[in-house]
């Protein structure tokens, strides 16, 4: 929408396991309803980069990002217009950087019969049009 010239973000390749709220809130529900009490890990097993979301979500409204450059000079830019749309911020590193986490949620799928309904994508599709239909209502 225009409100900001550029995002700033940290370790780029740094790959997480992306679920969805709903998924995770439907698996607590579900350890709740268990007799005996039981440790149980919700993730959907697959884990995709930071880089990967941002190129999903400018995507999603109308951007194609092209990277250029390498470590904390790294910018993604707009493949159309060449303005930068990412850039990297060393403030946004973290010291003890783990850089792939993926869950094992084999436990809750057999025992509990859950697994993730929403995938990656479409997690992705819906924090973005959220936050725009937002932005829109504020008028900023």
Not at 45 to 57: D, K
Not at 80 to 107: H, N, Q, W
């Amino acid at each position: 929408l225009g409100f900001e010239d550029c995002v700033y973000l940290g370790n780029l390749d740094a790959e997480r396991d992306w679920g969805h709220a709903r998924d995770y809130i439907e698996g607590m529900w579900l350890i709740l309803q268990q007799e005996k009490p039981d440790d149980y890990v919700l993730a959907t097993g697959t884990s995709h980069s930071v880089r990967s979301f941002v190129e999903f979500a400018f995507k999603e409204v109308g951007k194609s990002v092209v990277w250029e450059g390498t470590g904390i000079n790294e910018v993604g830019r707009d493949k159309d217009t060449g303005k930068a749309l990412v850039r990297i911020d060393a403030r946004y590193f973290r010291p003890t950087e783990l850089y792939k986490l993926c869950g094992d949620s084999s436990k809750a799928r057999s025992r509990l019969n859950w697994k993730p309904r929403r995938s990656f994508e479409d997690m992705v599709r819906e924090m973005v049009r959220s936050d725009i239909d937002i932005r829109t209502k504020e008028g900023r």
